[in-house]
């Protein structure tokens, strides 16, 4: 069964530093991973996504992720946050040898930019 | 741009209703999924559809059915509202990929209140 874990459920952090919101995943198979960004009263927009290309994946607003197998991890980062990154972020995995084709999503990091 | 399309952005009804959730993509997508996003649990998956008049549950079916009569169409219906079924409901869709799963393209989401 595929699942994920994100490991943080708040980060604040101050306006100008680094970004990490961390991740691990649970699959059987090459999964694809993605990061989703949801600004308050709006939809879920795609930051980016794993496919079994390059390992380190580079989305959109500066936002990069690594996929590390050995670790089971794929954490999103940024070297510099905006105020305008203040928003929950969900990790989340697709494992196409399972059979289940829905995206697993986990639980949510909400991420505090502070002046 | 992909567009999925929910009817309502804010719903309520009242304990023992029949409730209908509508959603229309117009990217000719395969698949299309219901989900319910609620506070620290992030999105878990209602039910699903990979056709036309095909559908699987998820991870939390009980109390709801689907219907999908035409491919860019997927209905989410709540036999008889109860206060616990209070939440955000996102609707979504994605194409199947080979092998893979693509990711998914979000509605901005039903808030429905159940009194």
């Known amino acids: 069964a595929q699942s994920v874990t994100q490991l943080d459920s708040h980060v604040s952090v101050s306006e100008g530093t680094p970004v990490l919101l961390r991740c691990n995943y649970s699959?059987?198979?090459?999964?694809?991973l993605f990061w989703y960004v949801q600004h308050p009263n709006k939809g879920l927009q795609l930051l980016l996504k794993?496919?079994?290309?390059?390992?380190l994946v580079k989305g959109i607003n500066g936002f990069e992720a690594e996929f590390k197998k050995s670790e089971t991890s794929f954490h999103l980062t940024k070297p510099s946050a905006h105020m305008s990154d203040a928003a929950e972020y969900f990790c989340?995995?697709?494992?196409?040898?399972?059979?289940?084709?829905?995206?697993?999503f986990g639980s949510g990091t909400r991420l505090q930019v502070q002046p | 741009d992909v567009k999925v399309t929910q009817s309502s952005r804010y719903l309520v009804k009242r304990t023992g209703e029949k409730v209908f959730l509508e959603c229309v993509q117009d990217?000719?997508?395969?698949?299309m999924f219901w989900y319910r996003q609620d506070p620290g649990l992030g999105l878990r998956l209602i039910y699903f559809?990979?056709?036309?008049?095909?559908?699987e549950k998820g991870d939390i079916p009980e109390g709801y059915s689907v219907s999908r009569e035409k491919k860019e169409r997927f209905s989410l219906i709540l036999e008889s509202a109860s206060t616990n079924q209070t939440s955000m409901y996102l609707c979504?869709?994605?194409?199947?990929?080979?092998?893979?799963?693509?990711?998914?393209?979000f509605g901005q989401g039903t808030r429905l209140t159940v009194v």
């Open positions: 794993y496919t079994s290309a390059a390992t």
């Open positions: 699959s059987s198979y090459s999964p694809s």
């Open positions: 990217m000719d997508h395969e698949n």
């Open positions: 559809s990979y056709d036309v008049k095909m559908k």
């Open positions: 989340v995995v697709s494992d196409h040898s399972t059979g289940r084709r829905a995206l697993t």
């Open positions: 979504a869709s994605s194409l199947s990929g080979q092998g893979k799963y693509t990711e998914a393209f």
